[in-house]
């Protein structure tokens, strides 16, 4: 079946502020294998992630407003079609894509912006791999991993990774959080937060 997930990343945010940000709260429930539709982790990287059972979760509205408060990575996968995406986002702009989608081709891959320098280098080695296979179609569609890779080399994260060089992350549920009592002028006027 594979994943079909978002997540994204902010630097320097604490995970309560990400979670506020999104009208979430950290449940403190340990969430080892992602199976909450929300769950979140603050990494020794400087990133705060936040795991989406959602694809379409993290969108580019949600993350440029976010990297209003930080710099936000964000990672679309779908391993069924076998599509992958990766942005960044800083201060309200959106700064770069790389995307793959293999329906276009075993070697689709979609960029714009300035992406990082080690685009290249990655996508060069994987690229490498997938033409070692010459004309026979790969078991392994290595560019699908390109955007991924991307996004880990921003946040130090991959979805489908659990041990790190750092260590592991420690996931745990958000839920919606509750919604706030009404002050008595709110209910008197109708006045919203």
């Known amino acids: ?10 630097r320097g945010l604490p995970k309560t502020d990400l979670l506020d940000h999104f009208g979430l709260v950290d449940s403190g429930i340990y969430d080892e294998a992602n199976e909450a539709p929300f769950s979140a982790a603050e990494l020794p990287t400087g990133w705060t992630i936040l ?8 969108t580019i509205a949600r993350c440029t407003g976010l990297s ?9 996968v779908n391993e069924t079609a076998m599509v992958s995406s990766v942005n960044y986002f800083e201060a309200g ?19 714009e912006g300035q992406v990082p320098p080690n685009f290249e280098e990655i996508r060069g080695r994987l690229d490498a791999q997938r033409l070692s ?11 699908f991993d390109v955007p991924i890779e991307l996004a880990q080399s921003v946040a130090g994260y991959r979805h ?7 260590g592991t992350a420690h996931f745990t549920e958000a839920t919606v959080a509750p919604a706030r009592p009404r002050g008595m002028l709110q209910k008197l006027f109708g006045a919203k937060d």
Request: aromatic share 22%; with cysteine; glycine share 8%.
């Open 93 to 111: 702009n959106y700064l770069w894509f790389a995307g793959h989608d293999f329906q276009k081709g075993p070697d689709d891959l979609a960029f």
């Open 51 to 58: 795991w989406a059972n959602d694809p379409a979760f993290a």
């Open 68 to 76: 209003l408060r930080a710099p936000v990575v964000s990672c679309w």
């Open 1 to 10: 079946m594979g994943f079909r997930i978002s997540w994204l990343g902010a």
């Open 160 to 166: 489908d990774q659990v041990a790190f060089d750092w």
């Open 133 to 143: 296979y010459g004309d026979t179609l790969p078991v392994v569609d290595f560019i």
